[in-house]
């Protein structure tokens, strides 16, 4: 049914503008000398409603801990980086101590190789994949670049809610390019060998590159293809023009029609919320700022996919946004966004806007506001507003040391009052030897 993609859209939105944004590891911290560095965060967040199968609404308690530590010796071109989190519910029986990464790196000071072994991401191919097994990078001419890798996927030891429904081998190989016409290319072949199905392999191409003779636009292009399948799962091709010193123009074509069994093992679940057939979608997008403190982004985009398997429909999605700085002298930054989904259907749509504001009260203390606004129609036939209210705080307490509060209302169809807090402690530590 078309108010598949309007259901997970809508969600998407209103959890990325109206929620409180998970933990992460933005940027892994390389030290510049021997000794040990990182972030150590602390999260209490009650109540949080969970929804059973029934139906019934339950409130947990959960304390998150997340660890981010990095150890070098740089004379010796050795690097070791580890990011952790810990999950308990304390009114509960679900806890968890999850790896997301803990590799070692060596490499020479002239940067033509790089080694890296043990649990690592690997985004060379089109899919993000969590690995335990070994990267080596080479660079044996200027302006070539060599990327093999393998490793395994054992789907009890990866992270929730990443785990994927069967464990997997992985074995990849990458050459990259910057000497060819000014282009950056890339070709790419891998092999994915799940433990309950069979071995499939993928051959991934992409470039960017400048358009001669001139200085104001560049194309680019993405495709994966389905050896044994013969089919193109993923295309996307675009391009960007500056019209003006202000003003921004992209175009972009996107194809998917990705594989069903891959999601045994996770590695596009998310196209497959919109389609199960091959879904098309043509997008344009504009950036413009008009002066130093407003930035203004459109676009639009018009699908066509297949919700289930004897049906096909059209759909439409608009966003506008403005970044505003009108107010730096006094330490403010606002967003303000709007947009528009059609799912094909005569009542599949959703309409919504979110806002949110950045105050550098003084110095070492920082106020955030948000608040996102959705109605909607959706496929099991509920239809609705939904609201979502944030104030959070970061205030350094001592050096290194940031307290982190927010509150937190949301209301919407399924929970109509739900209040929660959120208390944390976030430590930035760094020991030289």
């Given at each position: 049914?078309?108010?598949k993609?309007?259901?997970?859209a809508?969600?998407?939105?209103l ?20 000794g ?35 150890t ?24 968890s ?16 190789y ?6 690592q ?13 070994a ?24 992270p929730e809610?990443?785990?994927p429904?069967d ?7 990458k ?7 000014g282009?950056?290319?890339s070709v ?10 069979s071995?499939?392999?993928f ?5 960017n ?17 389905d050896?044994?399948e ?9 391009v ?11 175009l ?27 879904l ?16 203004i982004?459109g676009s ?25 700085d009108f ?21 599949d749509y ?9 105050e ?5 203390w ?14 099991t036939?509920?239809?609705g507003?939904a ?10 307490l ?10 937190e209302?949301?209301?919407?169809q399924?929970?109509?009052?739900d209040?929660r ?13």
């Open positions: 049914m078309s108010k993609i309007l259901c997970a809508t969600m998407l939105l959890s990325a503008t109206g929620g409180v944004a998970a933990y992460g590891q933005t940027e892994i911290i390389r030290p510049r000398s021997l040990l560095y990182g972030n150590a965060f602390m999260l209490f967040q009650a109540p949080t409603p969970l929804l059973n199968a029934d139906g019934d609404k339950k409130y947990v308690y959960p304390f998150y801990q997340y660890l981010d530590l990095s070098a010796s740089p004379d010796h071109n050795v690097y070791f980086n580890t990011f952790l989190r810990g999950r308990e519910i304390f009114n509960g029986d679900q806890e101590l999850d790896v997301y990464n803990a590799f070692v790196e060596i490499s020479n000071t002239p940067g033509t790089e080694v890296r072994l043990g649990r991401a690997v985004t060379e191919g089109v899919n993000f994949v969590l690995m335990d097994g990267l080596v990078r080479v660079k044996p001419l200027k302006g070539l670049e060599i990327t093999a890798y393998g490793g395994y996927q054992e789907n009890d030891l990866q809610p990443e785990r429904g464990s997997f081998g992985i074995f990849g190989i050459l990259k390019t910057d000497a060819i016409l282009s950056i290319i790419g072949y891998e092999l994915y060998a799940p433990d309950d199905f071995s499939r392999q051959i991934n191409v992409a470039f590159r400048a358009v001669p003779f001139t200085d104001y636009a560049d194309i680019y292009g993405l495709a994966e293809i050896v044994g013969g089919n193109l799962g993923l295309l996307t091709t675009g960007g023009i500056t019209v003006l010193r202000s003003l921004y123009l992209n972009e074509y996107d194809n998917y029609n990705l594989d069903q069994e891959r999601d045994e093992f996770r590695l596009d679940p998310i196209f497959d919320i919109f389609s199960v057939g091959r098309q979608q043509a997008r344009v997008g504009v950036t413009f700022v008009p002066v130093s403190y407003l930035e982004n639009y985009a018009y699908s066509h996919y297949d919700p289930s398997e004897d049906e096909s429909t059209n759909g439409n999605i608009a966003k506008l946004g403005f970044m505003f107010w730096k002298n006094i330490g403010l930054r606002a967003f303000q966004g709007f947009y528009y989904i059609d799912g094909g259907g005569e009542t959703a309409v919504g806007l979110n806002t949110s504001l950045y550098q009260v003084m110095s070492g920082q106020l955030q506001f948000a608040f996102a606004y959705a109605y909607y129609n959706k496929i036939n509920q239809s507003n609201f979502s209210y944030i104030i959070g705080s970061d205030y350094v001592m050096k290194d040391l940031v307290l982190r509060t927010a509150l209302f949301n209301t919407n399924d929970f109509h009052r209040i807090v959120d208390l944390g402690l976030s430590y930035f530590f760094s020991t030289s030897m």
